[in-house]
């Protein structure tokens, strides 16, 4: 079975900064998918982010990164420029490559606040 | 254009009632989910559904039931509410095959008082 990491509940971000979330994993799947959910007080759930285990570069999408660390099993997600509609609960979720309906599993979430 | 649509968005009822949440996608995909998060925040999932097909199965009450008429519906009906029901219940759908990522609805919450 596959589990989920979020070792921080809340940061913290000034506008225009930069905020790092962590998060790690656990599991004995060699191809899998990762991936980072934005749920903002809407509780509308946003994919942010996706990773692909196979693939040693590391994801971008605009002023959101990641830095995947295959053996360490991490996958951290770095926010450049932080705005305020950042503010959020990020979650980190897993997914195993094979079956034909892979469940999500998340992480506990990290509340992001980003003040002026 | 809603993508992945949920009815009701709130829903307030009484202890031992039975209740339905409906959940519909005009993404063509063809595998459908339930998830359920909790007062803390925690996402579970709950059921998922492949061609109209149960898939997944997690360790849920036999007080709910899923039912996929087609593949672009998948409704939970839950008999005899109890009060640890009470949560956000979202539904999200994919496509197999590829990054298959999830597409996630608004999410219905439902208190049992």
């Known amino acids: 079975a596959q589990t989920v990491t979020q070792s921080q509940p809340e940061m913290s971000v000034q506008e225009a900064e930069t905020v790092t979330l962590s998060c790690t994993y656990d599991?004995?799947?060699?191809?899998?998918?990762l991936f980072w959910y934005k749920q903002p007080p809407s509780r509308q759930m946003i994919l942010v982010i996706r990773q692909e285990a196979y693939k040693q570069q590391n994801a971008t999408e605009n002023r959101f990164s990641v830095n995947f660390q295959k053996a360490a099993k991490s996958f951290s997600l770095k926010i450049s420029d932080s705005q305020l509609g950042d503010t959020a609960m990020y979650f980190c979720?897993?997914?195993?490559?094979?079956?034909?309906?892979?469940?999500?599993?998340f992480g506990t979430g990290t509340r992001l606040q980003v003040t002026l | 254009d809603t993508a992945v649509s949920q009815t009701p968005k709130y829903l307030v009822t009484q202890m031992g009632n039975d209740k339905s949440i409906k959940c519909e996608q005009n993404l063509g995909h063809d595998t459908m989910y339930w998830y359920k998060q909790d007062s803390k925040k925690f996402l579970k999932i709950m059921f998922s559904y492949n061609n109209k097909e149960l898939i997944i199965n997690e360790t849920v009450p036999n007080r709910f039931s899923p039912k996929s008429p087609d593949k672009a519906h998948l409704n939970l009906h839950i008999n005899s509410l109890e009060l640890g029901d009470s949560a956000v219940y979202f539904c999200?759908?994919?496509?197999?095959?590829?990054?298959?990522?999830?597409?996630f609805g608004p999410g219905t919450r439902l208190t049992v008082l």
């Open positions: 999200a759908s994919s496509q197999s095959g590829g990054p298959r990522e999830q597409f």
């Open positions: 599991t004995s799947e060699n191809n899998y998918y």
């Open positions: 979720a897993f997914r195993a490559y094979t079956g034909t309906a892979s469940k999500l599993t």
